[in-house]
């Protein structure tokens, strides 16, 4: 079963291709920006969100989707992240040459080394 993929913006043609081909892909055709209220109605029964800095991923977003494993940032830093809420998860963004993960959190919400 592939897993199902709610993206909030195109990305480049080769990424979109293995996207439409390894995941059951949610995205908005016309590469609109999502609502608020559509992303968070249209969010719960996927298994990962792949959004960019313009998605703000909060408690209301996460909450929303109890069975989400994975939000994956496609851009250069995590501000668009509440980092206290995520505080559990791992969350990375791109730094440098975009090789290299940003941040990685404890349960707390504490940087780890």
């Known amino acids: 079963m592939k897993p199902k993929v709610l993206l909030t913006r195109h990305l480049p043609a ?10 059951e892909l949610t995205a908005d055709p016309d590469d609109r920006p999502w609502s608020r209220e559509a992303l968070v109605a249209a969010l719960p029964g996927h298994d990962a969100l792949l959004c960019t800095l313009a998605d703000r991923i909060d408690g209301e977003l996460m909450d929303a989707a109890p069975g989400l494993q994975i939000v994956a940032n496609f ?6 992240i509440d980092l206290a809420y995520i505080a559990g998860w791992v969350a990375f963004g791109a730094a440098h040459h975009l090789t290299d993960p940003l941040i990685q959190l404890d349960a707390e919400g504490n940087p780890l080394p």
């Open 14 to 23: 080769a990424v979109m291709d293995r996207l439409r081909a390894e995941t």
């Open 75 to 80: 851009a250069v830093g995590v501000n668009n």
